[in-house]
T-cell receptor, first 116, second 111 residues
Framework: DAGVIQSPRHEVTEMGQEVTLRCKPI?????LFWYRQTMMRGLELLIY????????DSGMPEDRFSAKMPNASFSTLKIQPSEPRDSAVYFC??????????????FGAGSRLTVL | GEDVEQSLFLSVREGDSSVINCTYT??????LYWYKQEPGAGLQLLTY?????DMKQDQRLTVLLNKKDKHLSLRIADTQTGDSAIYFC???????????FGAGTRLFVKA
């Protein structure tokens, strides 16, 4: 497996523009997570899905952020309109849970977003 | 709410042992993890420990857990320059779905 695939790797946009980040999880994984990493706040969990269904979106900062998972092999994180404070590295991670065992996350390489 | 705290920086000489410390607040934490992040890359799992264990060893890595004090440590024996990276402590509770990360400890290894 090629691992968790994220695109784009880098995105530079202007304030007010729409940004869409994409993620392809590892085939067969049933959980998908979106994290945001900044120097100030570290690694924050934004939202996670189980079997394509959003389970907890309490970490989504504002209504400007939305995430979807239309099928088991694709998820998007959308920011509309974008603001400079959204500048961060956005990570997608997936996992396969077995019972109540450890939640071992496999991360993608991240999408670095810069909003000017 | 859950919180995981780590010191931000650690500097060691090549060949020495590194010890990275972490404290957590959630007493219901079931699993505790150590992840490594190299520049420009995502996080990669190093090891994890179940909360009813107090030690786990995996080659050069030793994890110690003091559940009473909610303290976790990662010891890297014979530290190499390739070990320079950011190390994240993380925890997940009984439900296990939400994994909460610390801010990360940046390890510098001097040759």
């Amino acid at each position: 497996d090629a691992g968790v695939i994220q695109s784009p790797r880098h995105e530079v946009t202007e304030m007010g523009q729409e940004v869409t980040l994409r993620c392809k999880p590892i085939s067969g994984h049933d959980y998908l997570f979106w994290y945001r990493q900044t120097m100030m706040r570290g690694l924050e969990l934004l939202i996670y899905f189980n079997n394509n269904v959003p389970i907890d979106d309490s970490g989504m900062p504002e209504d400007r952020f939305s995430a979807k998972m239309p099928n088991a092999s694709f998820s998007t994180l959308k920011i509309q309109p974008s603001e400079p404070r959204d500048s961060a590295v956005y990570f997608c991670a997936s996992s396969l849970r077995r019972g109540v065992g450890a939640n071992v996350l496999t991360f993608g390489a991240g999408s670095r977003l810069t909003v000017l | 709410g859950e919180d995981v705290e780590q010191s931000l920086f650690l500097s060691v000489r090549e060949g020495d042992s590194s010890v990275i410390n972490c404290t957590y607040t959630d007493s219901s934490s079931t699993y505790l993890y150590w992840y490594k992040q190299e520049p420009g890359a995502g996080l990669q799992l190093l090891t994890y420990i179940f909360s009813n264990m107090d030690m786990k060893q995996d080659q050069r890595l030793t994890v110690l857990l003091n559940k009473k004090d909610k303290h976790l440590s990662l010891r890297i024996a014979d530290t190499q320059t390739g070990d320079s990276a950011i190390y994240f402590c993380a925890e997940s509770g009984t439900g296990g779905f939400k994994t909460i990360f610390g801010a990360g400890t940046r390890l510098f290894v001097k040759a």
